[in-house]
């Protein structure tokens, strides 16, 4: 199993910076690829970013592209979320997630749904 506990959600104002984290452990060698998946009240789950363990591309959702970035940190088993000119739009639930595909795969060929997710953390956007 893979276990993904994510940090760092809270209230902000439109336009605010916020960086989410989430640290990594258990099978991790079962995984290629780490990512970020949000569900905001009412809506399905959204896959937001993704990127492989071993680097290569990073993979957006046109609704977060040129705001978020997403990184990681193999020596911390760690992934981030950096979120720049948060809109009320991207109130929701933000679930860390893990993947058995590499992350281009994961972003052309599947990207509604992950192997593993977390907890979640909670993001809400003030206007």
């Known amino acids: 199993q893979v276990q993904l506990v994510e940090s760092g959600g809270g209230l902000v104002q439109a336009g605010d910076s916020l960086r989410l984290s989430c640290a990594a452990s258990g099978r991790l060698f079962a995984t290629q690829s780490m990512g970020w998946f949000r569900q905001a009240p009412g809506k399905e789950l959204e896959f937001v970013a993704c990127?492989?363990?071993?680097?290569?591309?990073?993979y957006y959702a046109d609704s977060v592209k040129g705001r978020f970035t997403i990184s990681r940190d193999n020596e911390k088993n760690a992934v981030y979320l950096e979120m720049a000119s948060l809109k009320p739009d991207d109130t929701a639930i933000y679930y860390c997630?893990?993947?058995?595909?590499?992350?281009?795969?994961?972003?052309?060929?599947?990207?509604?749904?992950?192997?593993?997710r977390g907890q979640g953390t909670q993001v809400t956007v003030s206007s």
């Open positions: 990127m492989s363990w071993s680097g290569g591309g990073k």
């Open positions: 997630a893990a993947d058995r595909r590499t992350g281009s795969s994961w972003f052309y060929l599947g990207a509604g749904s992950s192997d593993y």
